[in-house]
C-alpha cells in the first residue's frame, strides 16, 4: 500500500472527510517536492498533510476553538515534533505509522478543551 494510501486510511480512521493529493512546488513552473491532501475533522480541526518526495510527513492542524497552541504545546504528548505553533495554527513532523496516534492524541485534546470551555 503507498503512503499516500495508508494517510488517507488513517485521516479516514479518526473521521476525517479528506481531498485529493496534489503536487506542490516551491514557485510555479518549479518541479513538485510534495503532495498535500486536505482534511477535516467535524467541527474540531481541519488542514493538510504535507509528504515529501524525501519521504518527511508534515500535518498542518488548524483548531477550530479558539486559543493558543504556543501555549499549549508541552501538553502535547506526541510520538511526531511540534515544528511551529502559533495561534490556532500548528506544524507537526511524524510518520505515516505514528500519524493516526498523533492526530489521534490532539483531536481528543481539543475535544476536551471544547467541552471544558463555557457555552455562550
Given at each position: 500500500?503507498?503512503?499516500?494510501n ?8 479518526l ?13 510555479p513552473g ?14 474540531i ?9 524525501d519521504?518527511?510527513?508534515?500535518v ?12 499549549r ?10 515544528e511551529?505553533?502559533?495561534?490556532g495554527l ?14 489521534e ?7 476536551k ?8
Open positions: 500500500m503507498s503512503e499516500e495508508k494517510i488517507v486510511e488513517a485521516l479516514k480512521k473521521g476525517a472527510t479528506v481531498g485529493n493529493w496534489y503536487e506542490v512546488s516551491e514557485r518549479r518541479p513538485p517536492f510534495g503532495k498535500e491532501v486536505e482534511y477535516k475533522i467535524g467541527d480541526m481541519w488542514g493538510k498533510v504535507h509528504l515529501r518526495l519521504g518527511d510527513l508534515y498542518h492542524i488548524i483548531s477550530k476553538i479558539p486559543f493558543n497552541w504556543k501555549d504545546v508541552k501538553d502535547l504528548k506526541i510520538k511526531g515534533s511540534i511551529d505553533a502559533a495561534g500548528m506544524w507537526i513532523k511524524t510518520t505515516p505509522e505514528d500519524m493516526y496516534s498523533d492526530l492524541f490532539i483531536r481528543s485534546y481539543l475535544e478543551i471544547k467541552n471544558e470551555s463555557p457555552k455562550k
